[in-house]
C-alpha cells in the first residue's frame, strides 16, 4: 500500500501538485487551473488523480488565503483595543513616504476603522512597572457595546510595553473570552512582542483581520479533506518556510502571509547543496508574479521588514522575498504616451492570456513567446492544453499596429520589457544589498522562469543558470523537503555597559521552551534544532543587524564574544566598526527546528558519451533574427549530454530556452546547467 507525500502550491493561475512514494522514490508533477472563486475546488480537482486518496498520509499546502484576504481587503471587521491615549497610532503610521516630490500620494488606509479602536485606562512602563492598573470593568463595558452594536467579528490587542510585561494583555483576552467568546481576539504578546509600537499594531491588527476568513477556509479544506477519506498528516507552509498544522495555522494565520513563494527557495537551498553552490539567486516567474531570493553562504535570507503596502507593515519572521507584477499572464498595452508597457496587470486564470482560448484577447507574455516559437503550442502542459497560436498572433499585432512595428519585433519588445522588469528585481536582492551578481548562480523555475533565464543571465550579468527538476511545480516541490520551524523573538532593550546577563539568559531560555512547545503542540519532538541571534545597534543608530550566537547563556566568557561578533560583522557589512561605542541589543530571537524526514532523490542515467539528439527543429526568433533551433525533449537528457545554443528543452510543465551563445550540460540529477557552470 502507498502512502505518498504531497506537496500542494495554490498560484493565482495554476494550482501545482508533487507526489512522492517513499517506497519507490517515484516523484509525479502535475497541475490544474486554479479555481479563483473557491482554491479548494482546485485542489480536490488535482487530487482526484489518485485512485485512492486514502493513500495520501502527507499534505503540505502553500495557500495565498491570507494574501488575498488583505490585498483585497476582504477581510473582517476588525475592533483595535489599546491603552488610553494611544488610539490613533495605526493612523499616524510613519512620516516616511513612498515618493518624496510625489504630492499626490495619500498613504495607504489601516485595516481598521477609527470608530472601531478602543482605550482602555491602564499603563506599563519601559521597565515594567505599572504605573496604572488594568480596568477590568473598563473591559467588561467595551465587550458589552462591542456585543450590542454587532459590527466587530475579530478584535485586536495592543497596550504599550507589553512586550516588556504581558500580563495586562493576557487578562483583557480572558475576559473578552469570557464576554465575547465567538469572536477571536488576536493580543500583541502573542503575535509580535517587539518595540516600535506602530510595527506592532499593524501587525496585530492585521492578524485579527484573516483570522476568520483564514479559520473558514482551514476548517472547510480539513473537511472535504476528510470527505475525500484524506484524513492523515495536514500542515500549512509558514512565511518563514516551516510547517504548521491547520489548528496552528487558525490561531495564527498572519503566519501564512507568504507562504507559496516560500517553498521555491526551500527547493533551491537543496538544489544548491546538491550542485555544490553556496550563492545562489532565485527567481520564480509563474504567470501573474515574479519572487526572487537569495542564497548565501548555503543559507536562505530571513527578515522581518515586509509591507502588504507601503506604510503597513507586517513584522513576522520570513524567508526575505521580493516580488513584482511580472508573470507570463502580464499584459501588454500602451500608456498615454504610446510607450509599450508590460504588467503589473495580468490576464491570470480567468481570462487568462490570448492564445489559453477562454476568453482572454490582450497580449501576454505567453503570446508572445508562443509568437516567437519559444512555446510549442501542441505541448503546453504536456499537450494536456493545446495553445491558440493565431490568437496570440492576432492579440500581438494589434499591440504592434499601434506602434507601428512587426509582430516578431513587438514580441521581442514584450519580451524585453519583462525582462527588464525582472532585472530590476534581482538588483534589488543583490546589488542593493551589497552583493556582487557574478559570484551568484541565477537558479529558474516557476511555468515562466526557464523561458527567460538565459536572457535574464545576461542581462544581469550572472554567469551560471540552473533549471532545476520539475521547474513549473518547484514551489510544490519545496514543501516536501520543508521542516518544522517555529521563530520566536522578544525585545529587551539593553546596552554593553548595562547588560543584564541573568535577564538575557532567562529571556532566551523562554523563547526556546516556547518554540518546543509549539513544535511538541504540533505535534512534533524529534531531531530538534536551536538556533539562536541577538538584534543589535550601535547606540544611536536606527537598524539593527542580526548576530548568530552559539553558546545558549550569557556569562563573563561568552557576552564579551558577542560584542566582538558585532564589531566583526559591523565592518564585513559597512567597512567600518567603533571599538569602543556603546552597543545596544535590542531583540533576543530563537529558532527552534524540528527536521523532518526528507525523500531521497535518485540520479540519472549517464550519457556514456552519446550526443543529445534533438527529436524536431523549428523557427524561433531571437534578437538577431530567426534561428533553426534545435528541439530537445528533458526526459530523453542524461548526466552529461552537452548542449549548444540555440536550444529548445521540452518538458510537460515548462521550456527551456538556450540563447545562441551559450551551453548547457546536464547533470547527474537532471538539472540543466547554463553557462559557466556548464563548462566546469
Known sequence: MASYMVGIDVGGTFTDFVSYDPQTKAVEVWKNPSTPKDPNDGILTGLAKFEAPGDINNVRLGTTVATNAILERKGAT?????????????????????????????????????????????????????????DEAGVREMAKKIKQEG????????????????????????????????????????VLPKWKEYERASTTI?????????????????????????TDHIVVIKSNGGEMSLEAAENSPIQMTVSGPTGGVIAGKHIAGLVGIDHLVTIDMGGTSTDTSTIVGGQENFTTDYEIEFGIPIQIPMIDIRTIGAGGGSIAWIDKGGMLRVGPESAGADPGPACYGTGGTKATVTDANLVLGRINPDNFLGGEM????????????????????????????????????????????????????????????GGAGPLHIADLMNDAGIPSGIVPNYPGQFSAFGFILTDARVDTQRTVQMTSKRFDQERATEVMQSLIDTGIGDLKGQGYGKNVEIYR????????????????????????ETTPQLWQAFHDMHEARFGFNIPREVIEVITVKATTVSLTEKPEFATIGDSAGAAAEAV??????????????????????????????????????????????????VDAYGNLLIGKIAEE
Open 78 to 134: 476588525v475592533g483595535y483595543v489599546t491603552t488610553a491615549g494611544f488610539k490613533d497610532i495605526p493612523f499616524i503610521q510613519r512620516g516616511n513616504r513612498r515618493s518624496h516630490y510625489d504630492i499626490t500620494w495619500i498613504k495607504p488606509k489601516p485595516l481598521v476603522k477609527r470608530r472601531h479602536c478602543f482605550e482602555i485606562s491602564e499603563r506599563v512602563m519601559a521597565n515594567g512597572e505599572v504605573e496604572v492598573p488594568l
Open 151 to 190: 459590527e466587530i467579528e475579530a478584535l485586536s490587542v495592543n497596550f504599550l510595553f507589553s512586550y516588556v510585561r504581558p500580563d495586562h494583555e493576557q487578562r483583557v483576552k480572558d475576559i473578552l473570552a469570557e464576554e465575547l467568546p465567538d469572536i477571536p481576539v488576536s493580543i500583541s504578546y502573542d
Open 206 to 230: 492585521a492578524d485579527a483581520y484573516i483570522k476568520p476568513t483564514v479559520s473558514k477556509q482551514v476548517r472547510n479544506i480539513r473537511q472535504r479533506f476528510a470527505d475525500n477519506g484524506i
Open 386 to 445: 493545446k495553445l491558440d497560436k493565431s490568437a496570440a498572433e492576432k492579440a500581438v499585432q494589434a499591440v504592434a499596429g499601434e506602434l507601428g512595428r512587426s509582430a516578431d519585433e513587438t514580441a521581442l519588445a514584450v519580451i524585453q520589457i519583462a525582462n527588464n522588469n525582472m532585472v530590476g528585481a534581482l538588483r534589488s536582492v543583490l546589488i542593493e544589498r551589497g552583493l556582487d551578481p557574478r559570484d551568484f548562480s541565477l537558479l529558474g523555475f
Open 533 to 556: 541571534s541577538l538584534e543589535m545597534r550601535y547606540l544611536g543608530q536606527n537598524y539593527e543587524l542580526e548576530i548568530p550566537i552559539s553558546f545558549d547563556s550569557f556569562t563573563d
Open 616 to 665: 524536431a527543429r523549428r523557427e524561433v526568433t531571437f534578437e538577431g533574427g530567426r534561428h533553426d533551433t534545435p528541439i530537445y525533449n528533458r526526459t530523453d537528457l542524461r548526466d552529461g549530454h552537452r548542449i549548444a545554443g540555440p536550444a529548445i528543452v521540452e518538458e510537460a510543465a515548462s521550456v527551456t530556452v538556450l540563447r545562441p551563445d551559450q551551453n548547457l550540460r
